[in-house]
């Protein structure tokens, strides 16, 4: 993977002004060179299942499950070993390359299959094969009554393998494989109940949407290959500052686009939503911990894009900012359990943009709130797993109240979810939201003061949905009763629910410096408030929050019908903003029009062209045809007028 | 002696011939004009093997001789056939396949 | 050239004669005056072999071919001079003539130069020139010749074959037919009665006699009858006694008109 004279263009692009991490991989050895087998273990799992099933239905069944869960499993020690082998090494060696094999080779094209192990492609894959195990194993109770579990087990393989290829590919091409296996797993197992209309609309919608970020992934794959003629990030990170600014700030934006279309930003976030049609445990491995931080991770990779980029940088800034009050706002109405935590998902990806936009001051905090986020969501995703498990599947918040007592597991461990979210002292996400804040106020006093009220928001919503789902008094439908999910269910969010407590703690130490090598370095800065005063001030705002939740949700009887008569506000987020709206008037409805306006050009000007022709030669055969008259001295007659002009002809050539 | 007259009597004759192909509508008639069409040509190929000193056009005269004959029985056998179905030698009656 | 220029003009004549008469007998016959006298071109233009062919295959098979089937097809009709397509006529006129003065016209442009003359290729005999190329050069045109002529029989027997759709009627089919035709409508079955036969003349245009004296009408040919020719016994009678008694001298000769009697009877007289 090393290029030679590539570390000249490094040290040009270090003597040329702004510095940029290089990425620079050693070769895999040791059990670096099972770095394979992280990807290729859910692939064979996906190919067994899905292929395998198809031919031995029957036996493939009855243990299709255990197989999934154990390729994800084994995946998962790999990681770790190659984690425990990172750690042991020194700083500068902590980036691992392997080359399998070319991939294609067209020109000056050369683009090989390629992996990278880096520190930032080592917590990605601690956290997709770990929370992916724990999700796979919850399954396991969550899908038992369901006929095409084992069908279910193998696209949740093919997902987790696409993923993994994302996140360890060494080239942005490897990177787009595994960004259209992942769109293509999640079209799969949100349409997984395809029998339901709305699933099969969402998972159609979910893919298109994708489709519209990945043109800006194709085109900024093209673009860089045209600009630096290779998609190898360990090249591209070192030659970056060759290219112009205008040039890179147009990747950085379709960069920033293949993001918003995958991680659910603003203008992209219409599917995230209704993505929640797919089988509980999709929504929490999908739209928590792995798929929508995918955007994220393409942002932080290319991170020596984006520095060089700052009109890129800004944008993905306030991507971020909008999208956090967005979903926090739509996450305020919802009553459905899982679309109040969907959109919460969208405002903590929000978080995350924002944070990867700071720059160096925040790609380390996006990760951090990344992995934190994957834990506390994947933990609350899956307790309202649990609870709809024990509510038949009901997911109307409206309809639960005082299941505290009924389901403790889960209902506790929801609620380190719960504290982890609201960034309660201690929690994971205090650690990793306040930094966000931090460093939002650091950049500029309107974007801290947005992460500031998203806070309050996030407080206000999930403490609704906490009051609503697990205290007031209980509003069940009749033949409902709730029970505690079995264990295979409740182990996964015990786990999930002790590293929400603890994982901000465990990483708030060295993650910033981990990065460091991958992301560049934190500059010190100055913040315009002192970190003291932004801490009490974000818990003062989040201590309102739950506050105003309280008054509004504890201390009053909860409707079990959504009322009506409510302030527009209500109105505008219970529609999700009106985003649907929004991609109807400006895109479905001008393509419509368009399409309406061509076919009626089609059927009258082409149509009328071609039929006219039809009808004008038509017509003049119908005439011409009187010329066959039947009468053979008629024949005769034109034969000798042919004669005529040929001899006339002739006579003209030669007498001329 | 030249045969530019030979020549100018074959052409009229070959008109004649034509015009009569057109004009009449008895079938036999037109035969018998399309046989004075041959003959025409016949006789400006003797011309023209006289006028060259060869004998290759008295030839040519000879073998469309053949081919006429050929010709004449096969044409009135036809002429026949379609008499005996149609009871006429018009060739204008024998105009069903058109249009 | 005396020849052509007698010839000339007739055989143009002749040749506009068969546009313009009605009858096709007499196309046949003009077209016969164009072949001879275009045997006669050929003998003036030195090619005698040509000349018999000319009689002999044209005006002597192919033209009397054209008579047969003109007689089988009847001699008698006549074309109808009305021009049914619009049209036709004043365009095919003028096409020929715009054809003839382009052809003359093309022939007056070029200079064939002096005439060589056939006496060195006819120096053997025009006959013995002629077998010398066609079995020589033009060998294989002959052959081919041949197959079409073989070609051109088979292809008219076949126009002219018709198939038997009924079972050929023998004589004992037509013996049987008519006893039943007798059984079932009475019809006669013996031959019909011959016609009066007078001693004086072979009179089969006179009918035979009843017993009872009337005249056998099926004795008599029916085309007589619709000719109007049949003549009464009784008259008949009455006519042979008058001739008897003129010829014992007692009636003279001239009461009788001479065109009223029939040939034989004339025959008698001067016999």
Known sequence: ?656 | MNIEAYIALSAILFSIGTIGVLTRRNAIVVFMCVELMLNACNLALVAFAKQHGNLDGQVTAFFVMVVAAAEVVVGLAIIMTIFRTRRSASVDDASLLKY | MTAFWILAPVMVLAALGILFVRKAVHAALLLAVVMISLAILYAALEAPFLFAVQIIVYTGAILMLFLFVLMLVGVDASDSVVETIKGQRWLAFLGGALLATLLIVGIAQISLGAVVGLEDANSDGNVQGLANIIFSHYVFAFEVTSALLITAAVGAMVLAHRERLTPKVTQGDLAKQRMRDYAESGKHVGPLPPPGVFARHNAVDTPALLPDGTAAESSVSRVLAARGTVRSAPAEAHHVDEIEAQLHGDLPAADVPADDRPADDREGDEA
Not at chain 1, 52 to 57: N, V, W
Not at chain 1, 168 to 184: H, P, S, T
Not at chain 1, 368 to 388: D, E, I, Q, Y
């Open chain 1, 1 to 656: 993977m090393t290029i030679p004279e590539a570390n000249l263009w490094g040290l040009a692009a270090e003597g040329g002004g702004h510095e940029v991490p290089v990425i620079d991989p050693g070769a895999a050895s040791g059990v670096f060179s099972l770095m394979w087998l992280v990807i290729a273990l859910p692939a064979a799992g996906a190919l067994v299942l899905l292929l395998g099933g198809a031919l031995f239905d029957k036996a493939v069944s009855r243990w299709g499950h255990l197989l999934g869960c154990a390729t994800v499993l084994g995946s998962f020690l790999v990681s770790l070993a190659m984690f425990v082998g990172l750690l042991g090494r020194d700083e500068a060696e902590r980036q691992v390359g392997q080359h399998l094999f070319t991939w294609f080779q067209a020109g000056s094209l050369d683009v090989g299959f390629d992996l990278l192990y880096d520190q930032l492609s080592a917590l990605f894959l601690l956290l997709i094969t770990g929370v992916g195990s724990l999700i796979h194993i919850y399954s396991i109770g969550y899908m038992e009554h369901d006929p095409r579990r084992r069908r279910f087990f193998g696209y949740l393989n093919l997902f987790v393998a696409a993923m993994l290829m994302l996140v360890l590919a060494g080239n942005y091409v490897g990177v787009f494989l595994g960004w259209e296996g992942v769109g293509l797993a999640s079209y799969l197992l949100i349409g997984f109940w395809q029998h339901k209309p709305s699933a099969a609309a969402a998972a159609k919608k979910a893919f298109v949407i994708n489709r519209v970020g990945d043109i800006g992934l194709s085109l900024a794959i093209a673009l860089m290959f045209v600009t630096f003629g290779t998609t190898a990030f360990s090249t591209i990170s070192e030659v970056s500052g060759e290219a112009s600014e205008s040039t890179l700030n147009a990747i950085g934006l379709l960069l920033l686009l293949a993001a918003c279309g995958k991680s659910a930003q603003v203008p992209l976030q219409a599917w995230l939503l209704d993505a929640m049609e797919g089988p509980t445990p999709v929504s929490a491995l999908i739209h928590a911990a792995t798929m929508v931080t995918a955007g994220v991770y393409l942002v932080v990779r290319s991170n020596f894009v984006f520095e060089l980029a700052p009109a890129a940088q800004t944008a993905v800034v306030v991507v971020g900012a909008v999208t956090l009050l967005w979903g926090a706002v739509i996450g305020c109405a919802k009553d459905d359990i899982k679309k109040a935590l969907a959109g919460s998902t969208m405002s903590q990806i929000g978080y995350m943009m924002l944070a990867a936009g700071l720059g160096v001051a925040g790609y380390a905090f996006a990760i951090f709130h990344l992995l934190t986020h994957g834990f506390f969501k994947a933990n609350m995703f899956l307790g309202a797993g649990s609870v709809m498990h024990g509510m038949n599947d009901d997911v109307d918040m409206r309809h639960y109240g005082g299941l505290r007592t009924e389901m403790r597991f889960t209902f506790w461990t929801f609620l380190f979810g719960y504290l982890a979210i609201i960034g309660f002292p201690g929690t994971a996400g205090y650690f990793s939201k306040d930094k966000i804040i931090e460093a939002a106020f650091g950049e500029n006093i309107w974007v801290g003061l947005a992460a500031l009220l998203g806070a309050g928001i996030t407080a206000f919503y999930m403490t609704r949905v906490v009051l609503m789902t697990f205290f007031t008094k209980p509003r069940w439908e009749k033949d409902v009763h709730p029970h505690e999910s079995p264990l295979v269910m409740t182990v996964p969010l015990m786990i999930l629910g002790a590293l929400s407590l603890v994982g901000g703690l465990m990483m708030f130490g060295w993650i910033g410096d981990w990065l460091a090598p991958v992301v560049g370095a934190e500059e010190h800065h100055d913040l315009p408030i002192p970190v003291w005063a932004i801490i009490a001030l974000t818990l003062t705002v989040v201590a309102i929050g739950v506050g105003i939740a309280w008054m509004l949700v504890q201390q009053r009887e909860v409707p079990r019908e959504a009322p009506q008569d409510v302030s527009f506000v209500t109105r505008a987020a219970r529609a999700d903003l009106y985003g649907d709206a929004i991609n109807d008037t400006l895109v479905v409805e001008p393509g419509a029009a368009t399409v309406r306006a061509l076919t009626a050009i089609d059927d009258g000007v082409v149509d009328g062209a071609v039929e006219g022709g039809a009808l004008a030669v038509a017509g003049a055969g119908s005439r011409l045809r009187r010329l066959q008259n039947g009468f053979v001295r008629s024949y005769a007659l034109t034969i000798l007028g042919g004669v005529l002009l040929v001899a006339l002809t002739l006579m003209a050539v030669t007498l001329a």
